[in-house]
């Protein structure tokens, strides 16, 4: 697995905030299960990240599949009664770093009890002045 995203999962798993921003490249892209819109940018994939970590209970990978520049991990957490499956597909760039990160969520009322809880928060976070 890319460097990248093993030193994701294990900033993930110590709930190491900085540690998973020093895995993304300046360009992030993430294309999230609940916006047509991907998130662009570091400081966008951030603020999803925060609320995503704050939102996600008992949050746990089990399996990784990993390839050269390409990895997917599978994950199973909580959003409020939901159980989520959910998979992310991690693309690192020339630099090491993630470039591109697709989140995948099943079953679909996972999908709609993960956008109920974080669609509200995503538009305060970005009402809110920069600090």
Aim: no cysteine.
């Amino acid at each position: 697995m890319s460097t990248a995203a093993s030193d994701f999962r294990a900033a993930i798993e110590r709930r190491d905030f900085d540690g998973m921003l020093a895995t993304l490249a300046d360009d992030v892209v993430l294309h999230s299960p609940v916006s047509f819109k991907p998130f662009e940018g570091k400081a966008a994939v951030a603020r999803l990240l925060r609320i995503l970590v704050d939102t996600f209970e008992d949050f746990r990978y089990t399996d990784e599949l990993a390839g050269e520049d390409v990895a997917a991990l599978i994950f199973r957490t909580r959003v409020g009664a939901r159980e989520v499956e959910g998979l992310d597909l991690i693309r690192t760039g020339p630099d090491g770093r993630i470039a591109d990160f697709t989140v995948m969520v099943r079953p679909l009322t996972a999908v709609v009890a993960l956008g109920e809880a974080v669609g509200p928060q995503l538009a305060a976070a970005e009402e809110a002045p920069a600090s």
